[in-house]
């Protein structure tokens, strides 16, 4: 579905303001980059691009609210200290999927005091040797690490319910994700 017509029809005869989540899932990006995602969103407190074509999220327009961001399944590979600068408030990160080889790429997220979920399975430089102690190491507010805590134990899933305010709300997310799965 085009971008535009996925956001009019996720506004639902709101204004940007009144929305606090926006799933924009499957939704092809311009020549790789978050375009056309208007500044006027400033409550949104979820944002879900899961397998838009996402290569930059430099446009990425500032969201202090935002609590919970979605970005697997992109080309991703850098970039991130964007986040720290537009998502002061982050608190859980999926860039599952995505191309990041790198440690030194996930470095400024240090920046992002609140940020407790961070995913990035599927990403080459979760083969890296001691992956996982390195990043808790260098991300000591991150309290979970691809699904697994600091005792290498299965966390809890870190989904919306705490994020968004009501329950048709969440009902309606869940249906979402259920129809945009793959058959």
Do not use: W
């Amino acid at each position: 579905m085009e971008k535009d017509k996925q956001i009019y029809l996720e506004l639902q005869n709101r204004t940007p303001s009144d929305v606090k989540e926006l799933v924009l899932d499957n939704c092809q990006s311009t020549e790789g980059k978050m375009e056309g995602f208007m500044d006027e969103f400033e409550e949104l407190k979820f944002l879900s691009t899961i397998n838009v074509d996402l290569t930059s999220i430099l446009n990425l327009p500032k969201l202090s609210k935002l609590k919970k961001l979605e970005l697997s399944e992109n080309r991703i590979s850098g970039d991130l200290e964007v986040l720290a600068e537009k998502c002061l408030n982050l608190k859980h990160l999926n860039l599952s999927g995505n191309k990041i080889k790198d440690p030194s790429a996930i470095e400024p997220l240090r920046k992002l005091e609140n940020l407790k979920s961070l995913d990035l399975f599927k990403c080459e430089v979760t083969n890296l040797t001691a992956y996982q102690e390195n990043e808790f190491k260098l991300l000591p507010e991150v309290m979970c690490l691809d699904g697994y805590d600091r005792d290498n134990k299965e966390a809890p899933d870190s989904d919306v319910e705490g994020y968004v305010e009501d329950k048709r709300t969440m009902r309606k997310m869940r249906m979402r994700r259920m129809m945009n799965m793959p058959s």
